[in-house]
């Protein structure tokens, strides 16, 4: 696993800035983000996750990993739809699996490419394939990218934290909406170049065991 070498940094600047992520990191003093590296699998795995419980997706990834012991798009695109769905996933999921491995296959999605790519040229190439729209696309950035400024106004936990810490319990439904997003920006810009570390904190004050994607 890969840490981010500017976690340090990040840790303590935000802890200056903001006197609540202050309070939080010093709860989770041995905890940080870590990339597992290969993008592909990153972002098969998001696919298989969506919409079913971790228990389950874990099992239908398991089931995928015995089809395709070096999974890559190459083994991806040999196997039959029947195959891949016998590992658990929907027709739609298969269809969407195959989209991804054939982006990655011609060189549509060309993962030597995102480091001199901007977040937001990454989201919209990403944001291409079918079945990754844009939370997605920032997770993977958070996750497997490790880039330090990212915030996902789609993502209940975090909207969650900050109504929990910030807003007086504002519910989230209200944060969703253009106003509340507006509101998550303004709170934001004190994060600023932080904000993936930010948000990291604050999905730890909500459940202290970080997800592993």
């Known amino acids: 696993m890969t840490r981010p070498h500017y976690w340090p940094r990040a840790r303590r600047a935000l802890a200056a800035a903001d006197p609540v992520l202050a309070r939080i990191i010093r709860r989770h003093p041995r905890?940080?983000?870590?990339?597992?590296?290969d993008p592909f699998c990153t972002l098969a795995r998001s696919i298989v996750g969506q919409q079913i419980s971790v228990k389950a997706a874990d099992a239908v990834w398991l089931?995928?990993?015995a089809a395709c012991p070096q999974l890559s798009p190459a083994a991806v695109l040999r196997r039959r739809a029947a195959t891949l769905r016998g590992c658990g996933l929907s027709e739609r999921k298969v269809e969407y699996l195959?989209?991804?491995a054939a982006h990655f296959a011609d060189g549509h999605v060309d993962p030597a490419a995102?480091?001199?790519m901007s977040d937001e040229a990454i989201i919209e190439r990403l944001t291409g394939i079918r079945g990754i729209g844009r939370w997605t696309a920032e997770m993977f950035l958070i996750?497997?990218?490790?880039r330090?400024?990212?915030l996902p106004l789609d993502d209940l936990g975090l909207l969650k934290a900050i109504s929990?810490?910030?807003l007086d319990g504002t519910p989230t439904r209200e944060l969703l909406a253009r106003q509340g997003r507006e509101r998550v920006r303004q709170l934001a810009l004190a994060w600023s170049p932080w904000a993936s570390v930010a948000t990291w904190y604050l999905w730890r004050s909500l459940d202290p065991v970080p997800v592993e994607y």
């Open 148 to 150: 330090p400024n990212v």
């Open 63 to 65: 089931r995928l990993l």
């Open 31 to 37: 905890v940080a983000l870590a990339s597992r590296g």
């Open 143 to 146: 996750f497997n990218l490790l």
């Open 98 to 100: 195959r989209d991804l």
């Open 114 to 116: 995102f480091a001199t």
């Open 164 to 166: 929990l810490h910030y």
